[in-house]
Every structure is written in C-alpha cells, then in structure tokens.
C-alpha cells in the first residue's frame, strides 16, 4: 500500500520560501503568480492491505513526527 | 486558479531524509513502513482562468525554475 502525506504551512504562518519561489517565478516572466506556498510531499510504501488501519497509523504519524501541528496542516491519500 | 506541483527525487536518487523519516517512524513502532520518500509540494495561486495556457506555463515553471530535472520529477494538477 502506498501513502501520500502532505505537509503545508498554516495559512497564517508566513513562508518566506515560497515568497522567494513567488518572486523569482515573477522574475521568470511568470507574472500571473500570486501567491506560492512550499510544503512537503511524503511518500510511504506500508506492508498491509487494510485500509482502515493504514489511515489510523498515518494520522498517528503525523500527529507525533512528520507535522509540526503548531505551524503545520496535514493531509494525506492511501493510494492503492 | 490554484496549481499543486509535486517535485520528487527520481527513484533512482538517494534520499537520506526520506530514510531517516523511515527510519524514526520505526523507532516509534511504525514497522509497516518499508520506505519514505520526502518532496516538495508547492500550492500556487495563479490569475487567469485559461486551464490549457496555466498547464503550459506551469510545465514551464518546473522545467526553468521549481524542479531540478537531473535528480527530480515533477507532477502537477491544476484545481478549479
């Protein structure tokens, strides 16, 4: 089973990462961009086919390692 | 319109933090996980509402800026 974890920042958390992504894309010649925000991607590959227990286990893991639940969201997908 | 663009090492690249995110989800009883992989998620907000003109641009902006396509791939999708 594969799982896709999506980290981003709290909307009210500023980013300056992606105020830099924003601005160089802007000098790019991209000037349609109006705002950039960069999170992170995780990718797992879980032994196990119960879908239930996967999504109990993710929520967990986020929760105690891979979010900063102060300044992070989380959401994620199980992917087949 | 809103873009989400994934940017991953390609598979055959080394990701020591993907494996340390492995590896401390094991320390915390997550055994299930065979193996984690860490990216970048980045959200843009974009002007516009031509869908086929944004997919070119934002193929564009990986290949010239957000993605290095040496060692990463890239994926996106485009919402509402």
Same sequence: chains 1, 2.
Avoid: W
């Avoid at 958390?13 to 105020?19: A, E, K, S």
């Avoid at 227990?53 to 199980?78: G, T, W």
């Amino acid at each position: 089973m594969k799982a896709n974890i999506f980290v981003t920042l709290k909307r009210e958390v500023l980013d300056p990462q992606g105020d830099a992504v924003r601005r160089s894309l802007g000098t790019l010649g991209f000037k349609e961009v109006k705002s950039a925000r960069v999170g992170k991607l995780i990718e797992l590959e879980l032994d196990g086919n119960d879908k239930a227990s996967a999504d109990a286990h993710i929520q967990s893991m986020c929760e105690k390692l891979l979010a900063n639940p102060v300044i992070e969201d989380f959401r994620y997908e199980i992917v087949d």
